[in-house]
């Protein structure tokens, strides 16, 4: 190929047509394509490997602990998930609205698959997204505290398309993380979706977060434009070790 051709590519940032360009040459020239034709490839091939190149970006950035997907979600094992509600969901149309997803239940019941599928599919409908743990936000707080860098943790937080915070209730918040909590919460308020789960039920939010007044003024924001999940069902977990065989199945 010629050396400069494949520079002004490179430079105009069409990578791939570049690395690819003598194959898709040899194709048109095999296929007898029209000149339009060919160009048109050309594009395809290049747009869907730079869409493609982005989603890959946004999972990373995502940071999800793993992937899943709804396609893999057991709807017969959880009937108390509302399969309706979980399409409409995926539609993304919530995250427009700045609307949140809550998903409350005991340990096991899926909560954090159907937030991770939720935001898989909004990652690939172009939005970003950021996933993380209660603990995680905790220890990340303290730490941007200590840096004197928190209004760097909160922009970071403010700034996806959704914020996932998963497992809420499993250990309490301090007066600054329920705080910092509070102004995300309330910065994102109808202009960023936010996806929770958590294990406990909402009149349990004032011992999560150390205050009833803070977690009441936490629940009016979250729960103005929202829909709730309330999973009451079986642990996944605990039904792969039955069907493992590593627990009894009358347990």
Same mark, same amino acid.
């Given at each position: 190929?010629?050396?400069?051709?494949?520079?002004?590519?490179?430079?105009?940032?069409?990578?791939?047509?570049?690395?690819?360009?003598?194959?898709?040459? !040899?194709?048109?020239?095999?296929?007898?394509?029209?000149?339009?034709?060919?160009?048109?490839?050309?594009? $395809?091939?290049?747009?869907?490997?730079? !869409?493609?190149?982005?989603?890959?970006?946004?999972?990373?950035?995502?940071?999800?602990?793993?992937? @899943?997907?709804?396609?893999?979600?057991?709807?017969?094992?959880?009937?108390?998930?509302?399969?309706? &509600?979980?399409?409409?969901?995926?539609?993304? &149309?919530?995250?427009?609205?700045?609307?949140?997803?809550?998903?409350?239940?005991?340990?096991?019941?899926?909560?954090?698959?159907?937030?991770? #599928?939720?935001?898989? !599919?909004?990652?690939?409908?172009?939005?970003?997204?950021?996933?993380?743990?209660?603990?995680?936000?905790?220890?990340?707080?303290? @730490?941007?505290?200590?840096?004197?860098?928190?209004?760097?943790?909160?922009?970071?937080?403010?700034?996806?398309?959704?914020?996932?915070?998963?497992?809420?209730?499993?250990?309490?918040?301090?007066?600054?993380?329920? $705080?910092?909590?509070?102004?995300?919460? #309330?910065?994102?308020?109808?202009?960023?979706?936010?996806?929770?789960?958590?294990?406990?039920?909402?009149?349990?939010?004032?011992?999560?977060?150390?205050?009833?007044?803070?977690?009441?003024?936490?629940?009016? &924001?979250?729960?103005?434009?929202?829909?709730?999940?309330?999973?009451?069902?079986?642990?996944? &977990?605990? @039904?792969?070790?039955?069907?493992?065989?590593?627990?009894?199945?009358?347990?």
């Amino acid at each position: 190929m010629n050396q400069q051709l494949e520079y002004r590519l490179k430079s105009l940032g069409l990578e791939y047509t570049a690395l690819h360009i003598d194959h898709l040459v !040899e194709d048109a020239s095999r296929d007898n394509i029209s000149y339009l034709d060919f160009l048109i490839n050309l594009v $395809n091939e290049e747009w869907e490997q730079r !869409e493609k190149q982005l989603l890959e970006k946004r999972i990373h950035t995502a940071r999800f602990p793993f992937s @899943k997907s709804i396609s893999d979600f057991d709807f017969e094992f959880q009937p108390s998930v509302n399969e309706k &509600r979980v399409k409409e969901t995926l539609t993304c &149309r919530f995250i427009k609205n700045g609307e949140n997803r809550i998903l409350l239940g005991p340990p096991g019941v899926g909560k954090t698959h159907l937030a991770i #599928s939720f935001g898989m !599919e909004a990652l690939v409908k172009g939005y970003t997204v950021k996933f993380i743990t209660a603990d995680e936000f905790v220890n990340e707080c303290r @730490k941007a505290s200590a840096k004197e860098t928190l209004h760097y943790f909160i922009n970071r937080m403010s700034k996806p398309d959704i914020l996932i915070v998963d497992e809420l209730g499993y250990f309490p918040f301090d007066e600054l993380t329920a $705080n910092v909590f509070f102004q995300i919460v #309330s910065k994102r308020y109808e202009r960023g979706a936010m996806i929770l789960t958590s294990n406990k039920s909402y009149v349990e939010w004032g011992k999560v977060f150390g205050d009833d007044v803070l977690a009441t003024a936490i629940l009016d &924001r979250l729960l103005h434009h929202s829909v709730t999940f309330n999973i009451k069902g079986q642990s996944f &977990r605990m @039904k792969e070790k039955k069907q493992a065989g590593i627990i009894p199945v009358q347990l």
